[in-house]
Nanobody, 118 residues
Framework: QVQLEESGGGLVQPGGSLRLSCAAS????????MSWFRRVPGKEREFVAG???????YYSPSAKGRFTISKDNAKNTVYLQMNSLKPEDTAVYYCAGDSLTVFQPSDWGKGTRVTVSS
């Protein structure tokens, strides 16, 4: 069974940057669709970015232009580079994977907290 472990969260000032990492074990990511989701307190979990099996990249409207998802198959790791962070980006960010889709993944990490505040 695949295990996903996020890292890289923390406190950052508005306008700053963070890079989240998601290390996978138990499965190679070369044939796995990978996604990042986030959950803001009091709200439902929402899609942020994903890389499909074919390599197509998807972003939410709020992430497009500021966030970049990438995958390093050699390291079996997925990244989310987040720039120009805003207070509304404060959330717990989850790495997720699936054998078919980026939008309804079956495997989830435990999350890493990102706080954007001055």
């Amino acid at each position: 069974q695949v295990q996903l472990e996020e890292s890289g969260g923390g406190l950052v000032q508005p306008g700053g940057s963070l890079r989240l990492s998601c290390a996978a074990s138990g499965r190679t990511l070369s044939n796995y669709a990978m996604s990042w989701f986030r959950r803001v307190p009091g709200k439902e979990r929402e899609f942020v970015a994903g890389i499909s099996l074919s390599g197509t990249i998807y972003y939410s409207p709020s992430a497009k232009g500021r966030f970049t998802i990438s995958k390093d198959n050699a390291k079996n790791t997925v990244y989310l580079q987040m720039n120009s962070l805003k207070p509304e980006d404060t959330a717990v960010y989850y790495c997720a994977g699936d054998s078919l889709t980026v939008f309804q993944p079956s495997d989830w990490g435990k999350g890493t907290r990102v706080t954007v505040s001055s």
